[in-house]
């Protein structure tokens, strides 16, 4: 498993976040749609296992912690998109 370092892990949340509002605010899909529900998601949760790992420096704690971490980030989402499902 690779290591990144902060100042990497930095840039690399920024262009997530770029990518994100780019998403959101372009207006490339219409209302309802899936797709960029699933991947705003996706970008969330590689940004907050980013932070877990790096800035939190999880990957070095024991995995107990590590994975209840991750599995609560894991959670979440999944709960936003069963929510999100549902009510469309």
Do not use: D, N, Q
């Amino acid at each position: 498993m690779f290591r990144l370092t902060i100042g990497k892990t930095w840039v690399l949340l920024v262009l997530l976040t770029g990518l994100t509002f780019g998403l959101g605010e372009g207006g490339f899909f219409g209302h309802g749609a899936m797709l960029p529900v699933l991947l705003v998601l996706a970008f969330s949760g590689i940004k907050g296992a980013l932070v877990i790992l790096e800035y939190l420096e999880m990957r070095k704690a024991p995995g107990l912690w590590r994975w209840l971490l991750l599995g609560w980030l894991t959670l979440v989402l999944a709960l936003v998109v069963l929510a999100y499902w549902i009510a469309s």
